[in-house]
Structures are given as structure tokens and as C-alpha cells.
């Protein structure tokens, strides 16, 4: 099954929308940790244009992204950005092909280039240097949901009893 991508670029009618918006976004995560197939969310304003507004999102699969648009929750937030909080939402869709992480460590200079599963990227971004023990900065889930991540449950017949960016890299 593939992973899903969905990114929004939205414009909001004002600023006082968006101050409310805000107030409905930061319950979501509460909505989203629940579904079995979500994995990531985001949120940024562009740092070029303050009234531009940029949501990624990562999915198992089609279907999962899905479960989230028929969620009782999203619609009635949805209905309300629709009732005239949101002028602009460009929506663009994606099937993941593969990922890689680089990582450079500030401390021994220690170059990693790796396939990964993005199933399991919190736990792959929580991992130390292999040489010096490093521990690399990530985030973690925010109140206000612009950050909302989880990994998807391991199925161990997927892995052959390897780790997950192995398995991933031996089946790339």
C-alpha cells in the first residue's frame, strides 16, 4: 500500500479568520492521532507572503486520507473555513515514491545517507549518531497541532525480522 501525501496552500479572508481558525486547527490533533493510518501533519506560514498559509500531510494510503475527509470533525471544520474564514485553498495530491534521510552530525562529522520507511520516521528521527551518540533535534507533537506526527504500527511480516529502513532499502 502507498503512502499518501496531501499539501494545502490556503489564504485566509483576514487575519481575524485566521485567529479563529487557529482556535478549530488546535483541536485536530486530538482527531487525527486516532485514525490508524495518519502519520504527519504540519503547518507553516510562508515566510515571503504573512497571509500565506501551507499545510503537508502524511497518509498510509488514499483510503486513509479518505477516513479523515468523512470524519465528523473535519467536515463541520471544513464547513465553517467554507462559510468565509478561507478566499483560497489550493489542494495538491501525491503518492510517495521513496525517501532518504542525510544526516550530517554537528559533533563527529559523521555522514548518513539511508533509505527509510516513512512509516517510521519518529522513530528513525529519534535515532543517536551510530558513531558518537549524538541526539539530533526533532519535534515533537504541538498543542496547537501545526505539528501532529505518529508512527504506523509495525507488522512484522512486512520487515522479515529486519528493521523497518532496512527492509525498505532491500525492497528499493
Known sequence: MAIYLSMQRVRFSSPDAYEKFKVVFADTRHHLMKLPGFLHLT???HPDDRMWFNECSFWAS?????????DTYHKHAKAWAANGAIMEDIITNFELVGTRLLRIC?????LQDKVYDL?????????????CGFHFPYMTEQESSFGVFKDLALDPA????????AAQAANA
Do not use: F, I
Request: proline residues 8%; contains cysteine; glycine residues 6%.
Open 43 to 45: 503547518w507553516w506560514e
Open 62 to 70: 488514499k483510503e486513509a486520507l479518505y477516513d479523515w475527509h468523512t
Open 106 to 110: 554537528p559533533c563527529c562529522n559523521e
Open 119 to 131: 512509516g517510521q520516521e519518529q522513530a528513525v528521527l529519534r535515532e543517536q549518531c551510530p558513531n
Open 158 to 165: 512486512s520487515t522479515n525480522g529486519k528493521e523497518p529502513a
